[in-house]
């Protein structure tokens, strides 16, 4: 069965397009509310990682700095896989990568990790680009016109998992915010006290 993985930079809108993707009734892997698994990170060896991987088939899988956690395309089993890379304003996305990791970065240090940003996102898609096939959401635009994202994930899902996407449930599952880096963790405590409530 055919992989679409949700890929990002960190802090790019993986974790709110994994929400849609689960929230609209495509199957999707890792646990909520982040939908993560350590089997995606770089701590692991390359061959778990895969195997754990191809045990997923079939699902949307997040998969964030795939630079760092790579999968070794000269040894994948799994067929041509689909990746939807989330981008994001690099100065909005240094911030909150800064507030995630507990510290308030100067204007110098957005700026260069701003411009780090844009280096590793031409990167990591040439990466990705010799795999399989990439598409291009932005952060922006899904929360600005969640029912347009959602659209535009239907027809990706249907093509690389012939699984169909309820847009309507889909796009309800954007929490409607602004697009700059917001000043609190709120938002994500609200997604795990939600988890909590479902049990």
């Known amino acids: 069965d055919p992989i679409l993985f949700i890929a990002g930079l960190g802090r790019c809108g993986t974790t709110m397009v994994m929400r849609m993707l689960d929230k609209g ?60 890379l989330l ?3 690099s100065e909005h996305q240094a911030r909150s990568i800064g507030k995630l990791l507990g510290y308030k970065l100067s204007k110098s240090e957005v700026a260069s990790v701003a411009q780090s940003l844009r280096t590793d996102q031409v990167t990591t898609e040439a990466y990705l680009d010799q795999a399989g096939n990439v598409y291009s959401m932005s952060f922006d635009s899904i929360i600005k016109e969640p029912e347009v994202a959602a659209a535009k994930l239907a027809l990706i899902c249907k093509v690389a998992l012939n ?6 449930a889909a796009a309800r599952a954007v929490i409607r915010r602004k697009v700059w880096c917001a000043p609190d963790l709120a938002i994500e405590d609200q997604l795990m006290q939600e988890e909590e409530a479902n049990g």
């Open 25 to 84: 009734g495509i199957r999707v892997a890792g646990p909520r509310p982040s939908y993560e698994d350590d089997h995606m990170l770089r701590t692991r060896p390359i061959h778990v990682r895969q195997e754990w991987v191809l045990e997923n088939a079939g699902r949307a899988v997040k998969w964030i700095d795939p630079l760092q956690a790579r999968l070794d395309w000269n040894t994948w089993k799994g067929g041509v896989p689909t990746f939807i």
């Open 87 to 89: 981008r994001r304003d």
């Open 163 to 168: 699984q169909h996407l309820n847009i309507e």
